[in-house]
């Protein structure tokens, strides 16, 4: 295009004044304000001057779709405002049927805990304030409360059953207590840091593992300023391999949960009963790192082999450290629970301050704990998608599939199919772990897998699927059920 035709298009633009004086801009105003207005509209035409000037002939504008982007200008800048102001954070459906995504955010929160946040948040509170005495208190108080009871007692219900109260909580002693702190990351260097800086921490080859994020155990090791010493080989380690590393320059045993992967094959790892032994033996503390550590007994909806919290204090691990928004279905936060004089060295080190959390996570994890004292499970939303049943999700999948064939029976283009299928706990617990489960399989005649969960995305909310062999599966195990409504009407439309 010339350079005359092209002055004659950028001449038709009218200016930011000119069409803030619009009418129909005028009501835009009124409801979001005139820099906002202003500032889209200078947006919008900076994207359409920037479209005439194009060098390359296809993406020019030519004035045939400049007098159509023109017409439409109000509309553009409407839309550029609804942009420009409205969330990028936003809630969305999860019909993965990964439980704990930590791309998606990890649990959602319980009702209970939302009330207390917004209570807590709207107002002052006694955070760091004793109202008895009326003087400076601490804010850890509100919650190592409740996990002393929920660690010292058996909430379980398993292990210790049918033994007397006292003596099982006996099996955990010393007292017990508990710190949190950002996520669980901190813990492991708060951990580190206050226990072994330094000096030496023994742990396996097999466990140097690397959570999703760029988490890996011996940058964690060298930012706490403890020495990784590392011992047996990937697949096999003993408890020989570890006592022969003691050296007076050994501060820790650590032992890593591996989260999201397993080991198979000629393998061996030293029972937690034999690496407790050996460090009472040799009097130093040993420190788990569980990484998900749930305090519900996983064993009641078929999962096996991820240990829990109370399992390992129960064994005798002196620290634990694990999220808060993973298997206990909490806000985001790292909790060290353990023996109350390495707590508390952890607690007077200057890293922990630096690492402490606010009184948005401590009214959400009060709430959250609170659900797990009552034995409210189903109250904690991962709690109740673990615990739901083939034949619920089935019932709900085949209520929303004849909603929308009712409304589809003509056109048709959309295929659903109702498939067996798993649902993974994720978040790095139980790596392999599966939970039976009935999909919702998506066809469309006119559209591949791709452009289906691409549709499904877009939609407000967004709805997130899983793409397999050409077709889109939806999961309602992580759907929650106020969102089936959501999802009926959405697959209807298309
Ligand atoms: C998830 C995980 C972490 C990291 O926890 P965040 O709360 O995400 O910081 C550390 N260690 C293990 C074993 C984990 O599974």
New binding site residues.
Partial sequence: MSTANKSGLFQKLPSTDELLRQPDMQALIDREGHSAVAESIRAVLARLRQQIGQEVAESQLDEKSLDLALGGLSAAVERQLRQSLGYSLQSLVNATGVILH?NLGRAPLAASALDHLRATASAYSNLEFDLPKGERGKRDVHVDRLFQKLLSEDHLGTAAAGRPAEQSSAAISPVISTIVVN????A?LLALNSLAEGGEVIVSRGEL?E?G?S?RIPDVMSKSNATLREVGTTNRTRVADYERAITDRTRLLLR??R??FEITGFTEQPGLDELVALARRRNLPLME????GALFDLRSVGITGEPGVVDSLRAGVDIVTY?G??LLGGP?A?LISGRADLVARMRSNSLFRALRVDKLTYAALEATLLAYVKHDHDAVPVLRMMRLSKDEIAHRAGKIVSKVESVQAKSGRLKLELVDGESVVG??AAPSAVLPTRLIALTHAGLSADELSARLRANAPPIIARVEEGRVLIDLRTVLPDQDAVLAEMLSSL
């Fill in positions: 930590t996520n669980n990351a901190a492991v593992v959570i994020g988490f890593v949960h989260s999201n790192d569980l990484g998900s999220s928004d993973k985001q790292g978040g790095g």
